[in-house]
């Protein structure tokens, strides 16, 4: 297994940038949303804040969660429950993959905080 590869490796450490910048800024070169899904809405304010926090700090991959090295998902626990959170890469206009992920001109990041019943 040759994993990652360089640009899985790049990936990884933009993904890491994206999901530090939600609490500490983001960096100016990267475009992306972050949304929560209702489940995760539905918890309140406090809750939704503290997930946000918990993405952005999470630091925990393996094979079982990271098979490919990207860090484009994880699990945290907030407040005693389980929340997971998806990175997708998109082109510029949201409707499709990009076509170069390691491109920050042509790849907009898309982060998911949803509970895992809502999967």
Known sequence: ?????????????QND?????MIAGLPRDMLGRIVSTPGVHAMGRDFETAAYVSVAKDTVFSEANDPWGA??????????????????????????????????????RLVT?????EY
């Open 17 to 21: 940038a994206f999901r530090k910048g």
């Open 1 to 13: 297994r040759d994993f990652p590869t360089l640009e899985t490796d790049l990936i990884a450490r």
């Open 113 to 117: 905080i949803l509970l895992p019943s």
């Open 71 to 108: 860090r484009d998902f994880g699990a945290v626990i907030v407040n005693g429950t389980k929340v997971w959170w998806k990175i997708d890469l998109y082109n510029n206009d949201f409707d499709g993959g990009s076509e170069a992920p390691c491109d920050l001109a042509q790849t907009r």
